[in-house]
């Protein structure tokens, strides 16, 4: 009783099958007032009530407004019910018109010939479309239109065929969309594209209005191998007829007219036309234009392509509120083809703003530099990526020396990284984003840093990450870094400073590739040489920082001794390496012996403030070469201590705990032997005593460490307990002692 229609008197002929009611009244639940119009009456033959035609209502006024038929949706057009079913119409000069408004803002408009409206909402198979935002649209010539009643949901989808394979028109981002859909919640703040229902994987292409593939523009030729748009801008050049009928290009071209309409439909959906489908008149777009300019040669213009491949029914979202456009599923985005500029969004998602700018996480493939980060920025009109934080920048050079199986140089990647890096990614000249006048700007892509950034060398590939990146760092100064994708490795220099964690002064010299592909320094030091560890020691020579470390081969001064080397290793901790010469100068201030020696290993220790050396197989010349080390001995701010042998002429002297003083040797624990003067052959030996030998006196008192020890006498096949003698150095004769009293037996 909801549904009925309000009937005058009326004349119903019995032998008709159908009867007619003029100024007949509509009472219908989805308007508010009775509508004027016309009933017809037919008797029909069907099996199911839906299918039923008749009786059909159809409203004088063509032109009704009817408002809130749903909640913030109005209609413009007239109202025809057809059996049960009642649709919205209109003519081809007068389509029907829905308006649906967000917050009494006009936001989606369609037309069409008729909509639909039924109790679970309201549809129509072809129909325009406009979404308004940000004083922009999104459109599409023809797509179907869907309001779901229950979930509340808009749905405005691509048809597979006719006009409506062809993208949605973006214009506030200036863009084309391939998507299967745009889907909307009443009231939502955002938009969704995508598919309508959940699949393995939704696909969407998202394509900028300059966009052009001279592959995908080749692929239209037909078997005639002439290019269906060159045919139409011959007609345009003819007649210069922008506008134009079907059926006078057909005539144009000797084809039929049916033929011609296919041939119109791809240039449509190509985005080259606009048809009108009722009329078949069509509109030679400027897009058609500038691919031919773009084909030529004689116009500029861009690869920038989103391809979305995301599982689940979304590939991007519109935000209603920033009118940002978050596109997901994006495995790389190419931004120059000539210059080799890729970018890997983070998570596969970017953020695209109005005229094609976005905004994304992730890493930038320019040439032979990949930049990784966060908050990238880049700029369509500019043709230029901000970079805000970049955690790193990798690095790779040509191999001069090796091909690839195309001939191309093998690609070697530097070792060591820029890190802490900002600043601005010039892609390419914003004319020349095709590369297509590549030979007038062959600087690009360019890169400008703005501010000091580091590369560390706590990498545990060098002396398991000894050189913190807190202490010890290259700090590379704002630089300009031009040719990416062809530069030199002579030309990959930065300047800066050398911080070494207080291992030398500060060095600045510029950064270059070393032998080993990391970035370093080689510098020498004034000829009077560098401070080494903040004063504790003086370094002169070279110094190269690469994956070795810190390295220098040349000479260090530390308290009375100077040491020489070729491959000194210098560490925050410590310096190490292989000396070629060594000596300590004797010294009676310092109660320090003369040293003398060649090749050894060397470790000096700034926090100890301890210089060690150790002999390898040649040992060190002491005491006016009257004893030869072999062992480790230390110099200190306290003296000269050391463990090991000291030989002596025909005795020997071994400890854990030497104390080396200017003129005489001490140890609370050795072992000490003779050997016989004429036989060479070993005539006293000892352990366990305490030491002092006085070079000066020519004498070696030793006591016996708890009491009377064995002391062998292999060369007279005796022994004898004593816990005191003395060696008489000159004469290689002992004199035997002991405390206990009675007989003394030798």
């Known amino acids: 009783e909801m549904n009925y229609t309000e009937v005058p008197p009326f004349e119903v002929k019995l032998s008709g099958s159908n009867f007619f009611a003029d100024s007949a009244r509509l009472h219908t639940e989805l308007f508010p007032m009775p509508l004027s119009g016309k009933l017809i009456v037919k008797l029909q033959n069907v099996k199911d009530s839906s299918d039923r035609s008749y009786p059909r209502f159809e409203s004088y006024d063509r032109n009704l407004r009817l408002e809130n038929i749903e909640p913030g949706v109005n209609f413009e057009g007239g109202i025809v019910l057809k059996g049960s079913q009642i649709s919205g119409t209109g003519t081809p000069e007068a389509l029907a018109r829905l308006q649906i408004f967000q917050d009494d803002t006009l936001f989606v408009e369609s037309t069409a010939l008729e909509f639909l409206f039924t109790a679970g909402g309201i549809y129509s198979p072809e129909t325009s479309f406009s979404l308004y935002f940000a004083e922009d649209t999104i459109s599409h010539p023809q797509i179907r239109f869907r309001f779901d009643k229950r979930s509340q949901r808009f749905s405005f989808m691509r048809p597979t065929e006719g006009l409506g394979q062809q993208g949605f028109r973006d214009t506030y981002h200036n863009i084309s969309i391939e998507a299967e859909g745009l889907f909307w919640e009443q009231g939502s703040p955002r938009v969704r594209i995508g598919s309508l229902l959940s699949t393995s994987v939704s696909t969407a292409q998202f394509s900028s209005n300059d966009f052009f593939k001279k592959e995908a523009f080749d692929a239209m030729i037909g078997l005639d191998n002439l290019h269906p748009l060159v045919e139409l801008y011959g007609f345009y050049k003819q ?236 700090a590379v100064e704002p630089f300009e870094f031009k040719k990416l994708d062809t530069f ?104 320090v012996p003369d040293v003398i020696g060649g090749v050894a290993n060397m470790s000096f220790v700034p926090g100890e403030r301890t210089l060690s050396i150790s002999t390898r197989r040649d040992s060190l010349r002491m005491f006016r070469n009257e004893a030869h080390f072999g062992g480790t001995f230390r110099l200190t701010d306290d003296g000269m201590e050391g463990s090991g042998l000291v030989a002596l002429k025909g005795a020997k002297l071994e400890s854990e705990a030497f104390d080396f003083q200017q003129r005489k040797i001490l140890a609370d624990t050795a072992a000490f032997e003779l050997r016989g003067m004429n036989s060479g052959l070993l005539a006293f030996a000892t352990d366990n005593v305490l030491a002092s030998i006085d070079f000066d006196e020519r004498l070696g008192d030793f006591e016996t460490n708890g009491g009377e020890t064995k002391i062998d006498l292999p060369e007279n096949q005796y022994y004898c307990f004593m816990d005191a003698f003395r060696w008489f150095m000159d004469d290689s004769t002992v004199e035997l002692s002991t405390s206990r009293t009675g007989d003394d037996d030798i």
Not at 242 to 252: E, I, K, N, P
Not at 514 to 538: C, F, H, K, N, W
Not at 578 to 590: C, H, Q
């Open 488 to 591: 030199s490795e002579d030309e990959l220099t930065f300047n800066g400073t050398l911080i070494s964690a207080g291992i030398l002064p500060d060095i600045s010299q510029p950064l270059t590739l070393m032998e080993d592909r990391s970035l370093g320094v080689i510098t020498d030091t004034p000829p009077g040489g560098d401070p080494l560890y903040g004063g504790m020691a003086q370094f002169t020579s070279g110094v190269r920082l690469d994956l070795g470390g810190l390295q220098g081969g040349g000479e260090i001064d530390f308290l009375t001794a100077h040491v020489s080397g070729d491959e000194f290793v210098f560490l925050p901790d410590s310096a190490i390496g292989k000396t070629t010469e060594v000596r300590n100068a004797e010294n009676d201030l310092s109660n």
């Open 239 to 474: 007649t210069g007829a922008s506008v134009f009928a079907v059926s006078d290009y057909a005539q144009f071209i000797h084809m039929n007219e049916l033929q011609t309409q296919i041939m119109m439909l791809n240039l449509a959906n190509a985005g080259y036309l606009t048809i009108d489908p009722e009329t078949w008149i069509c509109t030679l777009e400027e897009k058609a234009l500038a691919h031919l300019r773009n084909n030529a040669g004689r116009k500029d213009y861009d690869v920038l392509q989103f391809i979305s491949n995301n599982k689940g029914v979304s590939n991007a979202e519109l935000s209603l509120l920033t009118n940002r456009l978050e596109i997901v599923g994006i495995d790389r985005v190419q931004l120059s083809d000539s210059q080799r500029v890729i970018i890997y969004p983070k998570s596969g998602r970017v953020q695209l703003k109005e005229n094609r700018d976005f905004a994304f996480d992730g890493r930038i493939q320019a040439g032979n530099f990949t930049f990784k980060g966060e908050k990238f920025d880049f700029d369509y009109d500019e043709f230029a990526i901000a970079l805000k934080e970049v955690d790193q920048v990798t690095i790779q050079v040509d191999d001069p020396d090796e091909r690839d199986a195309l001939g191309q140089p093998v690609k070697r990647s530097v070792q060591s990284k820029l890190e802490r890096v900002s600043g601005t990614l010039y892609v390419d000249h914003p004319t020349n984003r095709s590369g297509w006048r590549s030979e007038s700007y062959p600087q690009y892509p360019v890169f400008n840093s703005d501010e000091t950034s580091y590369v560390f060398y706590d990498d545990s590939r060098i002396w398991d990450g000894a050189y913190n990146r807190e202490t010890f760092y290259y």
